[in-house]
């Protein structure tokens, strides 16, 4: 059964950062590519990053230059570290593999 556990969510200001972690379980992590995805209040899913087997990485343009996905496949744990954080950036957060989604986290950026 996949398993997707994120963590690290929180309220922080305006311009804080903030490092999210999903820990994954139940397939083999170091073979699949893995997103981070968020749901604004009110609004639908948004596809955040994605970064492949080879670690290879993109982005949505609006967290370009801000956010860095990255994984350990030793740990079995995805990452997302968010710079440079705005209001706009308040959503839950949720890892994602194929169709199957963590509960997320929430990220709240406001002063």
């Known amino acids: 059964e996949v398993q997707l556990v994120e963590s690290g969510g929180g309220l922080v200001q305006p311009g804080g950062s903030l490092r999210l972690s999903c820990a994954a379980s139940?397939?083999?992590?170091?073979?699949?590519?893995l997103s981070w995805v968020r749901q604004a209040p009110g609004k639908g899913l948004e596809w955040v990053s994605t970064?492949?087997?080879?670690?290879?990485?993109t982005y949505a343009e609006p967290v370009k230059g801000r956010f860095a996905i990255s994984r350990d496949n030793a740990k079995n744990t995805l990452y997302l570290q968010m710079n440079s954080l705005k209001p706009e950036d308040t959503a839950v957060y949720y890892c994602?593999?194929?169709?199957?989604r963590g509960q997320g986290t929430q990220v709240t950026v406001s002063s």
């Open positions: 994602v593999r194929g169709s199957s």
């Open positions: 970064i492949d087997m080879y670690s290879v990485t």
């Open positions: 139940g397939f083999p992590f170091r073979l699949y590519a």
